[in-house]
Protein backbone atom coordinates (compact mmCIF):
# COMPACT_ATOMS: atom_id res chain seq x y z
CA UNK A 1 0.00 0.00 0.00
CA UNK A 2 0.98 3.04 -0.47
CA UNK A 3 1.62 6.08 2.13
CA UNK A 4 0.55 9.22 1.08
CA UNK A 5 -0.90 12.81 2.69
CA UNK A 6 -3.67 11.45 3.13
CA UNK A 7 -3.60 8.55 5.57
CA UNK A 8 -3.17 6.00 3.39
CA UNK A 9 -6.41 6.28 1.53
CA UNK A 10 -5.83 5.91 -1.71
CA UNK A 11 -3.28 3.37 -2.03
CA UNK A 12 -4.28 0.57 -4.26
CA UNK A 13 -6.31 -2.03 -2.19
CA UNK A 14 -4.88 -5.62 -1.43
CA UNK A 15 -7.60 -7.06 -3.38
CA UNK A 16 -9.59 -6.59 -6.68
CA UNK A 17 -13.09 -5.25 -4.97
CA UNK A 18 -15.59 -5.52 -6.86
CA UNK A 19 -15.91 -4.48 -10.60
CA UNK A 20 -18.01 -1.09 -11.23
CA UNK A 21 -17.65 -1.72 -15.09
CA UNK A 22 -20.92 -2.51 -16.33
CA UNK A 23 -22.74 -0.42 -13.60
CA UNK A 24 -25.00 1.84 -14.07
CA UNK A 25 -25.78 5.35 -12.19
CA UNK A 26 -28.89 7.32 -12.97
CA UNK A 27 -28.42 11.07 -12.66
CA UNK A 28 -32.14 12.98 -12.51
CA UNK A 29 -32.74 16.84 -12.87
CA UNK A 30 -35.93 17.85 -11.43
CA UNK A 31 -36.56 21.20 -13.06
CA UNK A 32 -40.30 22.48 -12.95
CA UNK A 33 -41.44 25.29 -14.61
CA UNK A 34 -41.86 27.39 -11.20
CA UNK A 35 -38.13 26.58 -10.34
CA UNK A 36 -36.00 26.58 -13.10
CA UNK A 37 -35.29 30.04 -12.73
CA UNK A 38 -35.91 30.02 -8.93
CA UNK A 39 -33.24 26.82 -7.97
CA UNK A 40 -31.78 27.92 -4.52
CA UNK A 41 -28.68 26.46 -3.49
CA UNK A 42 -28.84 27.56 0.49
CA UNK A 43 -28.95 31.48 0.73
CA UNK A 44 -27.92 32.38 -3.21
CA UNK A 45 -29.52 31.77 -6.59
CA UNK A 46 -28.45 28.68 -8.30
CA UNK A 47 -26.00 29.77 -11.06
CA UNK A 48 -26.18 26.35 -13.11
CA UNK A 49 -29.99 25.03 -14.12
CA UNK A 50 -30.88 21.52 -12.74
CA UNK A 51 -30.52 20.33 -16.62
CA UNK A 52 -27.09 21.57 -17.03
CA UNK A 53 -25.95 20.35 -13.74
CA UNK A 54 -27.02 16.80 -14.71
CA UNK A 55 -25.65 16.92 -18.18
CA UNK A 56 -22.06 17.98 -15.66
CA UNK A 57 -22.46 15.40 -13.43
CA UNK A 58 -23.10 12.67 -15.89
CA UNK A 59 -19.83 13.81 -17.36
CA UNK A 60 -17.89 13.70 -14.20
CA UNK A 61 -19.27 10.04 -13.48
CA UNK A 62 -18.09 8.85 -16.81
CA UNK A 63 -14.63 10.58 -16.84
CA UNK A 64 -13.75 9.60 -13.12
CA UNK A 65 -15.23 5.92 -13.01
CA UNK A 66 -16.40 2.87 -15.42
CA UNK A 67 -19.58 3.24 -14.78
CA UNK A 68 -22.22 4.06 -17.00
CA UNK A 69 -24.41 7.24 -16.53
CA UNK A 70 -27.88 7.99 -17.76
CA UNK A 71 -29.48 11.50 -17.89
CA UNK A 72 -33.25 11.53 -16.76
CA UNK A 73 -34.70 15.23 -17.05
CA UNK A 74 -38.00 15.77 -15.46
CA UNK A 75 -40.55 18.00 -15.16
CA UNK A 76 -42.27 17.52 -11.98
CA UNK A 77 -41.24 17.98 -8.37
CA UNK A 78 -43.40 15.60 -7.37
CA UNK A 79 -42.35 12.32 -4.93
CA UNK A 80 -44.52 10.03 -5.65
CA UNK A 81 -44.20 10.33 -9.39
CA UNK A 82 -40.32 10.51 -9.27
CA UNK A 83 -39.77 7.44 -7.47
CA UNK A 84 -42.39 5.76 -9.67
CA UNK A 85 -39.87 7.22 -12.52
CA UNK A 86 -37.12 5.95 -10.51
CA UNK A 87 -38.28 2.74 -10.15
CA UNK A 88 -39.14 1.89 -13.60
CA UNK A 89 -35.56 2.62 -14.42
CA UNK A 90 -33.67 -0.47 -15.78
CA UNK A 91 -32.53 -3.30 -13.50
CA UNK A 92 -28.71 -2.41 -14.49
CA UNK A 93 -28.93 0.81 -12.35
CA UNK A 94 -27.03 0.33 -8.92
CA UNK A 95 -27.62 4.34 -7.94
CA UNK A 96 -29.92 7.32 -8.54
CA UNK A 97 -28.11 11.26 -8.06
CA UNK A 98 -30.89 13.74 -8.27
CA UNK A 99 -30.32 17.53 -8.59
CA UNK A 100 -32.69 20.04 -8.19
CA UNK A 101 -35.16 18.81 -5.29
CA UNK A 102 -35.54 20.27 -1.78
CA UNK A 103 -34.47 18.20 1.52
CA UNK A 104 -38.48 17.13 2.27
CA UNK A 105 -38.97 15.64 -1.36
CA UNK A 106 -35.86 14.69 -1.65
CA UNK A 107 -36.21 12.65 1.66
CA UNK A 108 -40.01 11.06 0.42
CA UNK A 109 -38.39 10.11 -2.82
CA UNK A 110 -35.83 7.88 -0.98
CA UNK A 111 -38.07 6.73 1.38
CA UNK A 112 -40.70 5.24 -1.22
CA UNK A 113 -37.53 4.07 -3.33
CA UNK A 114 -36.08 2.11 -0.50
CA UNK A 115 -39.36 0.69 0.98
CA UNK A 116 -40.00 -0.56 -2.84
CA UNK A 117 -36.48 -2.21 -2.83
CA UNK A 118 -35.13 0.39 -5.74
CA UNK A 119 -31.42 1.42 -6.23
CA UNK A 120 -30.12 3.79 -3.47
CA UNK A 121 -30.73 7.40 -3.83
CA UNK A 122 -28.38 10.36 -3.37
CA UNK A 123 -28.91 14.22 -3.57
CA UNK A 124 -27.18 17.17 -4.79
CA UNK A 125 -27.42 18.46 -1.18
CA UNK A 126 -26.07 15.03 0.83
CA UNK A 127 -22.43 15.55 -1.75
CA UNK A 128 -22.69 19.30 -0.76
CA UNK A 129 -23.41 18.83 3.23
CA UNK A 130 -20.16 16.31 3.21
CA UNK A 131 -18.16 19.14 1.46
CA UNK A 132 -19.30 21.97 3.98
CA UNK A 133 -18.69 19.32 6.34
CA UNK A 134 -15.05 18.95 5.28
CA UNK A 135 -14.50 22.52 4.93
CA UNK A 136 -15.51 23.32 8.93
CA UNK A 137 -13.48 20.65 9.53
CA UNK A 138 -9.84 22.15 7.90
CA UNK A 139 -11.31 25.76 8.89
CA UNK A 140 -11.01 24.73 12.62
CA UNK A 141 -7.49 23.03 11.84
CA UNK A 142 -6.59 26.24 10.02
CA UNK A 143 -7.20 27.96 13.10
CA UNK A 144 -5.41 25.15 15.20
CA UNK A 145 -8.46 24.32 17.10
CA UNK A 146 -9.11 20.68 17.48
CA UNK A 147 -12.78 19.83 16.13
CA UNK A 148 -13.45 18.21 19.70
CA UNK A 149 -13.14 21.43 20.97
CA UNK A 150 -14.59 23.31 17.97
CA UNK A 151 -17.70 25.67 18.53
CA UNK A 152 -19.65 25.79 15.31
CA UNK A 153 -22.39 28.12 14.16
CA UNK A 154 -25.01 27.60 11.63
CA UNK A 155 -27.35 29.92 10.23
CA UNK A 156 -29.78 28.37 8.27
CA UNK A 157 -29.68 24.92 9.65
CA UNK A 158 -33.15 23.26 8.40
CA UNK A 159 -32.05 23.64 4.42
CA UNK A 160 -29.40 20.86 5.27
CA UNK A 161 -30.90 18.58 8.24
CA UNK A 162 -28.31 15.85 7.40
CA UNK A 163 -25.22 18.81 8.48
CA UNK A 164 -25.92 18.82 12.26
CA UNK A 165 -25.40 14.84 12.62
CA UNK A 166 -22.68 14.95 10.50
CA UNK A 167 -20.39 17.19 11.88
CA UNK A 168 -21.50 15.30 15.21
CA UNK A 169 -20.04 12.61 13.94
CA UNK A 170 -17.14 13.93 12.60
CA UNK A 171 -15.90 15.26 15.66
CA UNK A 172 -17.34 18.99 16.44
CA UNK A 173 -17.50 19.30 20.02
CA UNK A 174 -20.05 22.36 20.04
CA UNK A 175 -23.08 23.18 17.23
CA UNK A 176 -25.46 25.93 17.71
CA UNK A 177 -28.02 26.83 15.19
CA UNK A 178 -28.93 30.85 14.29
CA UNK A 179 -31.86 32.15 12.45
CA UNK A 180 -32.87 35.66 11.10
CA UNK A 181 -35.39 35.74 14.09
CA UNK A 182 -32.58 35.31 16.00
CA UNK A 183 -30.73 38.37 15.75
CA UNK A 184 -32.05 40.81 17.92
CA UNK A 185 -31.29 39.20 21.19
CA UNK A 186 -28.36 37.09 19.70
CA UNK A 187 -26.60 39.49 17.00
CA UNK A 188 -24.19 37.06 15.06
CA UNK A 189 -21.09 39.12 15.31
CA UNK A 190 -21.37 39.12 18.74
CA UNK A 191 -22.32 35.12 18.84
CA UNK A 192 -19.08 34.46 16.84
CA UNK A 193 -17.15 36.54 19.33
CA UNK A 194 -17.35 33.65 21.09
CA UNK A 195 -17.37 30.46 18.59
CA UNK A 196 -14.92 29.66 16.16
CA UNK A 197 -16.70 28.98 12.92
CA UNK A 198 -19.15 30.18 11.43
CA UNK A 199 -21.51 28.04 8.19
CA UNK A 200 -23.45 30.47 6.42
CA UNK A 201 -26.08 28.09 4.98
CA UNK A 202 -28.39 31.33 4.84
CA UNK A 203 -26.39 33.34 2.77
CA UNK A 204 -27.43 35.86 5.54
CA UNK A 205 -24.13 36.78 7.99
CA UNK A 206 -23.27 40.49 7.47
CA UNK A 207 -19.99 41.20 6.31
CA UNK A 208 -17.30 41.09 8.74
CA UNK A 209 -19.26 38.40 10.96
CA UNK A 210 -16.20 36.42 10.86
CA UNK A 211 -13.89 37.39 8.71
CA UNK A 212 -11.48 33.90 7.46
CA UNK A 213 -13.85 31.42 9.70
CA UNK A 214 -16.94 31.39 7.59
CA UNK A 215 -18.14 28.62 5.32
CA UNK A 216 -20.66 28.86 2.78
CA UNK A 217 -22.19 26.99 -0.25
CA UNK A 218 -21.01 28.02 -3.51
CA UNK A 219 -24.03 29.44 -5.61
CA UNK A 220 -22.69 27.04 -8.16
CA UNK A 221 -23.47 23.56 -6.31
CA UNK A 222 -21.04 21.78 -9.01
CA UNK A 223 -18.36 23.01 -7.95
CA UNK A 224 -18.33 21.41 -4.06
CA UNK A 225 -20.29 18.23 -5.35
CA UNK A 226 -18.18 17.63 -8.33
CA UNK A 227 -15.36 16.24 -5.11
CA UNK A 228 -17.61 13.85 -3.69
CA UNK A 229 -19.77 12.58 -5.77
CA UNK A 230 -17.65 10.29 -8.04
CA UNK A 231 -15.82 8.46 -4.95
CA UNK A 232 -18.95 8.03 -3.49
CA UNK A 233 -20.38 6.18 -6.32
CA UNK A 234 -17.62 3.81 -6.57
CA UNK A 235 -17.77 2.87 -2.88
CA UNK A 236 -21.76 2.78 -2.98
CA UNK A 237 -22.48 0.92 -6.18
CA UNK A 238 -22.56 -3.21 -6.95
CA UNK A 239 -23.06 -3.58 -3.01
CA UNK A 240 -26.29 -3.51 -2.83
CA UNK A 241 -26.36 -0.59 -0.86
CA UNK A 242 -29.73 1.13 -0.50
CA UNK A 243 -29.56 4.19 2.26
CA UNK A 244 -27.03 6.62 2.36
CA UNK A 245 -26.35 6.87 6.37
CA UNK A 246 -24.90 9.85 8.66
CA UNK A 247 -21.54 7.52 8.50
CA UNK A 248 -20.90 7.10 4.84
CA UNK A 249 -21.20 11.01 4.34
CA UNK A 250 -19.10 11.77 7.45
CA UNK A 251 -16.24 9.24 5.73
CA UNK A 252 -16.51 11.40 2.93
CA UNK A 253 -15.90 14.44 5.32
CA UNK A 254 -12.42 12.41 6.82
CA UNK A 255 -11.26 12.27 2.75
CA UNK A 256 -11.75 15.14 2.38
CA UNK A 257 -10.66 16.81 5.12
CA UNK A 258 -7.37 14.47 5.22
CA UNK A 259 -6.06 15.54 1.72
CA UNK A 260 -6.80 18.86 1.71
CA UNK A 261 -3.16 21.24 1.35
CA UNK A 262 -2.85 23.15 4.80
CA UNK A 263 -3.24 26.46 2.69
CA UNK A 264 -6.94 25.45 1.23
CA UNK A 265 -10.24 24.48 2.35
CA UNK A 266 -10.80 22.06 0.01
CA UNK A 267 -8.78 19.85 -2.26
CA UNK A 268 -8.82 20.46 -6.07
CA UNK A 269 -11.11 18.91 -8.33
CA UNK A 270 -8.04 17.78 -10.09
CA UNK A 271 -6.54 16.44 -7.01
CA UNK A 272 -4.99 12.82 -8.37
CA UNK A 273 -5.84 11.05 -4.95
CA UNK A 274 -9.72 12.74 -4.53
CA UNK A 275 -11.52 10.18 -5.97
CA UNK A 276 -9.61 6.91 -4.66
CA UNK A 277 -9.79 8.80 -1.06
CA UNK A 278 -13.31 9.44 -1.03
CA UNK A 279 -13.52 5.93 -2.11
CA UNK A 280 -11.40 3.90 0.25
CA UNK A 281 -12.86 6.11 3.12
CA UNK A 282 -16.81 5.21 2.35
CA UNK A 283 -15.55 1.71 1.59
CA UNK A 284 -14.05 1.08 5.36
CA UNK A 285 -17.49 2.73 6.48
CA UNK A 286 -19.43 0.07 5.13
CA UNK A 287 -16.87 -2.84 5.61
CA UNK A 288 -16.59 -3.70 1.79
CA UNK A 289 -13.82 -4.31 -0.10
CA UNK A 290 -12.30 -0.99 -2.23
CA UNK A 291 -13.62 -0.62 -5.23
CA UNK A 292 -11.03 1.89 -6.41
CA UNK A 293 -7.47 1.49 -8.11
CA UNK A 294 -5.64 4.31 -9.48
CA UNK A 295 -6.05 2.98 -12.85
CA UNK A 296 -9.13 1.30 -13.54
Known sequence: MTNNHDGGAS???????PVL???????????????KHAEHTAGSARTRPPWVAMEDYAALIRENTP???????????????LAERILGLPTGVSAVFVVGLGHRESASVAREVTERGGPVVLTELDVLTAAVAAATITT????????????VVVTGASWAPLLAPVL????VGDLSS????DAEAFPLRRLMEHNDVLVDLAGCAPEGAAPGRTVAVPADGFVYGALVLPGLLAALCGHGVRTLTVEVVAACVRALALITPADQVLPSAGDRLLVSAVARHVSRALGHPVPYRDQW
Open 11 to 17: GPPSDGG
Open 21 to 35: TGISVAVVAVSTAGS
Open 67 to 81: MRALCLPVTTGDPHV
Open 140 to 151: LRRRSVPPRAGR
Open 168 to 171: IASG
Open 178 to 181: WYER
